[in-house]
Structures are given as C-alpha cells and as structure tokens.
C-alpha cells in the first residue's frame, strides 16, 4: 500500500466554525508533514511530526493546531480562520532519517473559507 | 533568492515535441526528486536522484542529476496530452533535516 488519504475531499467552512482534516497512511512511515498550496505555487509546509512528536512547526498561526494520534494518523484542527487561509492542504509521510526523503502526497484537501 | 531555480516557469509546446526542464542552485543537495501535479490533486512522486551524474528513465521521461549535485533536468520525448501538468523538483539539504526544497514549478500544456 503505497497511498496516503485525506478527508474530506473539500472543505468550506465559516470565519467562526471548527473542522478537522484527517490523513492516513499505512506504509510504516514515521514522519508526516502538512503542506499549504496556493494556485500554481508548490507547497509551503506547514508541520513535520517524527515518531508522533511535532518536531518542525514553520511559525504556523495557532488557529491551526495539528495532532497525530498514532505513526498511521495525522490530522490538522482548524479554528477561526481567515479567508487567506483557503488553499489546498496537503499531508505528505516519509521514512523517517533517509538522505534521499521520498515524501510521498495525499490528494490533498481544498479548503474555502467564507 | 529563491534557494531552487526552475525554469522554464511556463511551457506550452504541441504534441510529439520533445522538452527540458531545470532545476538549479548554488548549494548541494543530498537527493533531488521530480513530482507532478494535475489540478486539485496531490504531487505524485516521479523519480528520485542520489548520485551525481545518475541519469535515470522512466518511458518518454529522463531525469538528471549534475555531477556536483546543485543541478537536475527533466526532459520529456515526443510529449503527449497526458503530460500536462505542474512539474516540481525538490530538494533535501544535509542541513535542512526532513525539510524539502521546492523549485517554483513548471507548468506545462501540450496541446493536441
């Protein structure tokens, strides 16, 4: 099983709601990412966790708040966010501690905020 | 400064022509890997390079990575349809840890 899923597919959500992405792999990796895609740019990540602990966070604004409850689950807690937050967010896993890093991407998440 | 230059940033070329696309920095980089990415969807991992001068084939597709490992290539032969796409390199430093490096993107269209 080489696949990472995401859900939902898409996402729109009010200034004041509160959702939750999910991202599942069952490769054996140990590290996961979130990335953030804007239209025609690459990713921008977001939070790398190695063997369950957040080991990067990239200066994210606290109205995001990622979680990843075993090696096989990641998810990404959204609150009070902004328009500009719309993007596609994608979750990405990897061996953790190789040179070469093959992150491997899930179809990401298109997210609309009102 | 952007730490991976890719160029061109667009390419619209008709079907059964042949492309390149570069992927340049002045640092080294540990691996080099090539994704693309169709709208609305995920970047799927096409190849990944070590070794400096490897040169690897995946059907119409040649992937290159300089000898000095700050420089890689993408050419695609007799391009079709299907090939339209983002076309994104990326790059792990042996100091940036599990971060990779995104070149800008390439995007491309052939036309039939």
């Known amino acids: 099983d080489t696949e990472v899923t995401q859900t939902p597919k898409h996402l729109v959500m009010g200034m004041t709601n509160k959702k939750s992405l999910k991202c599942e792999q069952h490769?054996?990796?140990?590290?996961m990412y979130w990335y953030k895609q804007k239209a025609k740019k690459p990713p921008e990540l977001m939070f790398v966790y190695s063997y369950e602990k957040l080991s990067i966070n990239e200066s994210v604004p606290s109205r995001f708040s990622p979680e990843c409850p075993n090696s096989s689950l990641l998810n990404l807690h959204l609150h009070a966010l902004q328009p500009e937050d719309s993007a596609l967010y994608l979750c990405?896993?990897?061996?953790?501690?190789?040179?070469?890093?093959?992150?491997?991407f899930g179809p990401g998440t298109r997210l609309t905020v009102l | 400064t952007q730490l991976l230059e890719q160029s061109p940033q667009f390419l619209s070329i008709q079907e059964g022509e042949n492309l390149t696309v570069y992927c340049n920095s002045s640092?080294?980089?540990?691996?080099l890997q090539w994704y693309r990415q169709e709208p609305g969807e995920g970047p799927v991992l096409l190849v990944t390079?070590?070794?400096?001068?490897e040169v690897k084939k995946l059907k119409r597709l040649t992937f290159q990575f300089g000898d000095a490992r700050k420089d890689s290539s993408l050419h695609i032969t007799a391009a079709q349809p299907g090939d339209t796409g983002l076309y994104l390199c990326?790059?792990?430093?042996?100091?940036?840890?599990?971060?990779?490096?995104f070149g800008e993107g390439t995007q491309l269209t052939v036309n039939p």
């Open positions: 990326a790059g792990v430093r042996a100091t940036s840890g599990s971060r990779l490096t």
């Open positions: 390079v070590v070794t400096g001068g």
């Open positions: 490769m054996g990796h140990r590290a």
């Open positions: 990405a896993s990897s061996h953790f501690g190789l040179a070469a890093n093959e992150q491997f």
């Open positions: 640092s080294v980089f540990s691996s």
